[in-house]
């Protein structure tokens, strides 16, 4: 159940914010194996980004199984450009932050979530598909 928060500067238009949620969907499952259907994404609008960024991604992603530092540091760089291409933006314009958080932390329809790589099964035994 990651939860990407994409902060703008300014307003996204409706066709960009779901070409970029596609995007990170699919760059979130190639890189991590989840299913999409735990990848959640929010916009937000006109808030302040740190330095010179016109957006800001944080992604609170689950950490432990197969999410050791260079899945996560792929994870992050994949997300920056997809984002940056989505909206138009240089890679320099765009600030990710990855926050990973154990997935007993986090529940989905009412079920603690599945450790990396255990989804499958996860989601065979709690009928989501």
Request: hydrophobic share 35%; proline share 5%.
């Amino acid at each position: 159940m990651p939860v990407y928060t994409i902060a703008s500067r300014k307003a996204l238009t409706l066709e960009t914010r779901q070409i970029t949620a596609n995007a990170i969907t699919d760059t979130h499952c190639a890189v991590t194996g989840a299913p999409p259907e735990f990848v959640n994404i929010v916009f937000m609008q006109g808030h302040r980004i740190q330095g010179e960024h016109e957006i800001g991604v944080i992604g609170n992603v689950r950490q432990g199984g197969n999410r050791n530092k260079e899945l996560t540091d792929d994870l992050r760089d994949r997300i920056t450009h997809v984002v940056a291409k989505t909206t138009g933006l240089k890679v320099q314009r765009v600030l990710t932050t990855l926050i990973g958080f154990p997935a007993s932390w986090a529940m989905e329809g009412g079920e603690i979530l599945p450790e990396p790589g255990e989804e499958e099964t996860w989601l065979q035994r709690t009928n989501t598909t």
